[in-house]
């Protein structure tokens, strides 16, 4: 299935790649816009004059140092622990569910949710910062009390994709989990 | 008296929506009947707490969703109870992480509430904020927000307030402010209205009187469960000094040692309870004075049950809800003469006394008299002609009304609204408040541009013309989870 074109909470566009492997497997992937090279000039140039304002003041040269250095360091843990490029749920009828983010870097981190602890697949509400926003979000039950929730957990943390990108996520994720029932 | 002045005004551009029930304008009269609002309850105060404004939103609420209205509520986070939550048929509440400063009453800057204030009236498609209780600073923030945002305000007091002390007067003006410029006002007793129209220099023609309601499915009597060889006295009320339990401490001794076959059930929690444990110490009371703590809304009734009189000795008191309840629990009223609960009951279901140990004990001493010669009403009869008098249907009817009213009328523009609160507020605090009015305008801008109405996913309603909820009930056919059901 071809890209499909959401927006975000906050307005940016991202797209939903959906595939379906076959009746029983769905990949769903959430793409966010790539780091901005125009946001990397304008931070840095910041900590910069920022710095150099300090170093004016000052005269002392370790603040410069110290600010190439933050600003190096600073950016290797953005592109490493916090820029997701892209988000992956996969479902898997008889199995479970895998969550995947791919960070700016290259690395991934990978989740894997069994289909016994899986209770459901629900939209749920949040109030996020100032805003109120929906988020998907798997529940997790206890295999020796099927009726509670353990406890939940959110998809597309990273993304946040607004509420119409998630209701085709939730009612794809609803047949397949329909069907292995 | 400066009276509101009700200038021909026009109505600002109230915020796009998305879903088509949003735009209740009403023609005509004929139509009033068919026009379904989209309301925001606030207040600091709701459930879990407990209390008379409480249980008043809550039923109120069930009420008009029962009529077809979409309603919300949004109050604060009380401890882990944080988020959005639903409850009984579709009533979804918003609980703020906004901090508590005093009292359940949360801290105001008149700005820090704004984003998360606006985000639910928009997403929830909001025509009528409801604010309620002149106490809750989350209760003023809305009505002011609303404002700003162009949308139609009613305000609900359900306390009496004094004049003189600097609480007093400081509490005046904010309400002054705050009241200057919304559409209507609610009060639950004449009493009521007579204090608010005063404190906050009112137009009284903008001011309804809609009392309170007990559910009486809730409050039954029961006459097996009171024994019968001794006459108990229920008291159920805060042990707070406005309760008037310096008034009990003395009544508890003087009534014991009149009648040996006289006890009292006191339940509540407070910081008079050291006085009534006291008293019991000092008199030797401890068999027949017993002090039951907090109590559970579920367990008011089963102690009720157990009385044949019930007691309240409030120094003030808007509209008192537990008179009405002892009352529905067949118990024979005694009562004091203040605020408005001389409306509450007719004469014949309560026995009237002042503000005093000696004209409570009289009054007391007429019903104990009545009890033992036989000469009262069956508890059956008793909640029979209290199951009638008031109910939240007809609550929830008188003020759809209201809304109904409030709907048709312009929302003031900035200019218009500082011109008002100016003239009406006085130089200083009207100047105060008009510069607020103006920074909160710019904020609501800011929020505007920062993230706009389009952003804001519409929610979907789980009550109301609309409602998802009510959709599901009727086409469920099978207890699997049907995909189709979030369109």
């Known amino acids: 299935m071809a890209d499909e074109e959401f927006t975000d909470i906050n307005g940016n566009w991202i797209s939903l790649d959906c595939q379906t492997h076959s009746s029983f497997c769905r990949e769903f992937t959430v793409t966010s816009p790539k780091l901005s090279l125009r946001k990397v000039m304008v931070y840095t140039c910041c900590v910069w004059l920022f ?41 898997i009828g008889s199995l479970g569910v895998q969550l995947s983010s791919s960070y700016a870097s290259g690395r991934e981190s990978t989740t894997f949710i069994e289909m016994s602890k899986l209770k459901d697949i629900v939209i749920n509400e949040a109030v996020y910062m100032h805003n109120i926003i929906y988020y998907l979000c798997i ?43 | 008296m400066g009276h509101r002045r009700r200038g021909h005004t026009h109505a600002p551009k109230t915020p796009t929506c998305l ?86 009453s949360t801290s ?75 559409n209507h006002i ?20 903008i001011v309804s009187v809609i009392p309170n309601a007990v559910d009486p499915t809730d409050f039954t009597p029961d006459p097996c469960r009171r024994d019968n060889s001794k006459i108990t006295i229920v008291v159920i009320s805060r042990l707070v000094y406005r309760k008037g339990i310096d ?28 006085i009534l444990e006291e008293v019991r110490e000092k008199y030797q009371l401890h068999d027949r004075v017993r002090l039951l703590g907090a109590l559970d809304h579920k367990d008011v009734r089963d102690v009720l049950v157990q009385g044949h009189i019930f007691l309240n000795t409030s120094l003030t008191e808007a509209f008192c809800m537990a008179i009405v309840e002892g009352a529905s629990c067949g118990l024979q009223v005694v009562s004091t003469r203040v605020g408005g609960i001389p409306e509450v009951l007719p004469n014949e279901l309560v026995t009237l006394c002042g503000p005093s140990v000696c004209s409570l004990c009289d009054g007391l001493e007429t019903v104990i008299k009545k009890i033992r010669s036989g000469n009262v009403e069956s508890p059956a009869a008793i909640h029979r002609k209290v199951r009638t008098l008031y109910t939240w249907r007809n609550v929830a ?44 305008f710019l904020f609501l801008l800011f929020l505007q541009w920062l993230r706009p109405d389009s952003l804001i996913d519409v929610a979907v309603d789980a009550s109301g013309p609309h409602s998802r909820l009510k959709q599901q009930v009727s086409h469920k ?3 699997t989870a049907n995909p189709n059901d979030l369109t």
């Open chain 2, 247 to 274: 008034l009990l401490s003395g009544i508890i001794p003087e009534l014991c040692g009149r009648h040996p076959d006289l006890c009292f059930l006191i339940g509540g929690e407070g910081p008079k309870r050291i």
């Open chain 2, 108 to 182: 105001t800057t008149c700005f820090h509430s704004l984003p998360l204030l606006r985000c639910i009236f928009v997403r929830e498609c909001i025509t009528i904020v409801h604010a309620h209780s002149s106490f809750s600073a989350m209760a003023h923030d809305a009505l002011f927000h609303a404002k700003t945002m162009g949308l139609n305000t009613v305000f609900t007091d359900h306390s009496l307030f004094g004049f003189a002390d600097l609480s007093s007067v400081l509490t005046n003006k904010l309400l002054t402010v705050s009241l200057c410029d919304t």
């Open chain 1, 51 to 91: 710095a150099y304002a300090v170093f004016f003041f000052t005269q002392n040269t370790a603040v410069l140092s110290s600010a190439i250095i933050l600003t190096l360091v600073g950016m290797v843990i953005h592109i490493h622990f916090v820029k997701v490029d892209h988000e992956t749920l996969l479902i």
């Open chain 1, 139 to 181: 529940l997790i039950k206890d295999p020796a009390d099927p009726e509670t929730v353990t406890s939940v957990v959110p998809l597309f943390q990273s993304s946040k994709p607004r509420l119409n990108c998630l209701i085709q996520v939730y009612k794809s994720c609803q047949e397949i989990l329909a069907q292995s029932r």
């Open chain 2, 397 to 440: 009817e008188r003020t759809e009304k209201v809304y109904n009213r409030v709907c048709r009328e312009p929302v003031l523009p900035l200019s218009a609204r500082l011109h008002r609160l100016r003239s009406h507020c006085g130089a200083v605090a009207g100047s105060i408040f008009s510069f607020v009015a103006v920074i909160n």
């Open chain 2, 477 to 479: 056919t099978s207890k």
């Open chain 2, 186 to 205: 609610v009060c639950v007793s004449y009493t009521s209205k007579e204090n608010t129209v005063l404190r906050a220099t009112l137009d009284p023609e």
């Open chain 2, 19 to 104: 879903n088509a029930h949003s735009s209740n304008t009403v023609q005509h009269a004929d139509h009033e009947q068919s026009v379904k609002h989209s309301i925001c309850m606030v207040s600091d105060f709701f459930y879990p707490n407990m209390g008379g404004v409480e249980s008043h939103i809550y039923q109120l609420s069930q009420c008009l969703i029962e009529k077809g209205h979409k309603v919300v509520i949004a109050t604060h986070a009380y401890g882990d109870r944080r988020g959005i939550r639903y409850l009984t048929n579709g009533l979804k509440v918003y609980y703020l992480p906004l901090q508590v400063m005093y009292n359940q």
